[in-house]
């Protein structure tokens, strides 16, 4: 099950296919990497994913997976070393459940609520906080979400916000998740970037930041 061709359509910026890069890596799977210039979308990306028509999306063995969620659990399934989902099943349940609030209610909120607030910015700030802060009780005294290694939960969290949406906010001159204020979710942020599949995933500061910038213009003038 596990043999055979694996092919990643992803783009270098979008935390959603970071993420399935991480779980490749971690696991030690060779896989072959197609990078997708998102405005100027590839014949191939529509026809393997004709209804999202998005990154990223796993091809092995004939199966074809979009959705960054679904391709983990994939990974997780197919190749059993360096397990990145709970095996309790109520720990699972729960990993699935802050995945999906920090790409439903942090991304929103983080990201495009606040980028049109003109003038209720800092009440965005604060809420956003008040989501995040959800975070920061859930790692507290663990070196990773997982426990003491990189799991799923760790994988969605680190691709979405200290990778993605903090370059925004620092971006918009926004520090929005201060050491004094979320001393855990700091520290994990220092762990994650001691673990060499997160490292490799990272992208560019720079231009992460004027990416995100030029993505909230267009927001802004919609």
Not at 81 to 87: D, R, V
């Amino acid at each position: 099950m596990a043999e055979g061709i694996v092919k990643l359509l992803g783009f270098w910026g979008s935390p959603f296919s970071r993420r399935v890069e991480m779980a490749l890596k971690l696991k030690g799977v060779p896989y072959e990497y197609l990078e997708e210039d998102l405005p100027n979308k590839t014949p191939l990306l529509l026809e393997l994913n004709p209804i999202h028509k998005k990154v990223p999306v796993l091809v092995h063995n004939g199966n074809i997976l979009p959705e960054s969620h679904l391709i983990l659990e994939y990974i997780d399934q197919t190749w059993s070393n360096n397990p990145i989902l709970p095996q309790d099943p109520y720990e699972k349940a729960m990993a699935r459940f802050w995945a999906k609030f920090v790409d439903d209610q942090i991304l929103t909120l983080g990201f495009r609520s606040l980028v049109k607030a003109e003038k209720g910015r800092e009440v965005a700030i604060e809420e956003t906080r008040e989501q995040i802060m959800f975070l920061e009780k859930e790692v507290t005294g663990k070196d990773f979400f997982g426990g003491k290694t990189i799991g799923f939960l760790d994988m969605v969290v680190a691709s979405m916000i200290p990778f993605c949406l903090a370059r925004l906010w620092e971006g918009m001159g926004i520090d929005m998740i201060p050491r004094e204020k979320f001393p855990e979710l700091n520290r994990w942020i220092k762990n994650l970037k001691e673990v060499e599949a997160v490292r490799e995933c990272i992208p560019p500061r720079d231009k992460q930041i004027e990416r995100m910038t030029n993505i909230a213009e267009k927001i802004k003038s919609a």
